[in-house]
Structure formats: C-alpha cells, structure tokens
C-alpha cells in the first residue's frame, strides 16, 4: 500500500489550495484517513481526520477554514483550504488510519507535500 499526496505549493495570505491524497494497493477497506502537518522545529500535529462513515474531526487552529472529504471507492481523501496564513506553513501529510488487505490491518503514511503561505 501506498499513499501518493499532491497540491501542494506557494500560496499568498488568504489564498486557498487543495490537497489530495491516493492510497493505492491490494486495499480492501480504509477506515479513518487524515492530514496531520509539521512545521519547521515543530512536532507533527493533527490537521483533520474522516471516517468511514464521513465524521470529520479538526485541529482548532484550521476549523472554519479548511474542510477535508473523502471518496472511498477511489480511497481518495482531500483537503480544501481557504483563508491560508503564513502559520499554516508546513509539510502536510496524509495518513490511512486502519488499512485492510488480505496482509491485515495496519497504518499508513504519505510523503508528505510542501504548503508555504507567504505574507
């Protein structure tokens, strides 16, 4: 299994991107997917997480502006973020929660993609 993240890049003040994220692989089910973000000479903190079943969870710091979704039959998460700040300046990363093959179940990491806001 993999996870191939893309979107993103350099962005003004208040101006949005949209991350994606594809796991591909031998998967039978994903249960949770999500965005976690580290930036520099920072610990790696939650952005947002999805379920399954479509509940969605958000760091404090990105509620109101950023909104993450899903499309399970193409294990696909995304991440719409409007009204970015040079604080939201991090490697984003994606992450499949519970990842179901014929292997078992386990947890997964993408490579993360570069979002830099500049003032």
């Known amino acids: 299994v993999q996870l191939q993240a893309s979107g993103g890049g350099l962005v003004h003040s208040g101006g949005s991107l949209r991350l994606s994220c594809v796991a591909s692989g031998s998967i039978s089910r994903i249960d949770d997917m999500g965005w976690y973000r580290q930036a520099p000479g920072k610990q790696r903190e939650l952005v947002a997480t999805?379920?399954?079943?479509?509940?969605?969870y958000y760091g404090d710091s990105v509620k109101g502006r950023f909104t993450i979704s899903r499309d399970s039959a193409k294990n696909t998460v995304y991440l719409q973020m409007n009204s970015l700040r040079p604080e939201d300046t991090a490697v984003y990363y994606c992450?499949?929660?519970?990842?179901?093959?014929?292997?078992?179940?386990?947890?997964?990491w993408g490579q993360g993609t570069l979002v830099t806001v500049s003032s």
């Open positions: 992450n499949a929660d519970m990842v179901w093959t014929s292997a078992g179940m386990r947890n997964y």
């Open positions: 999805i379920t399954s079943g479509g509940s969605t």
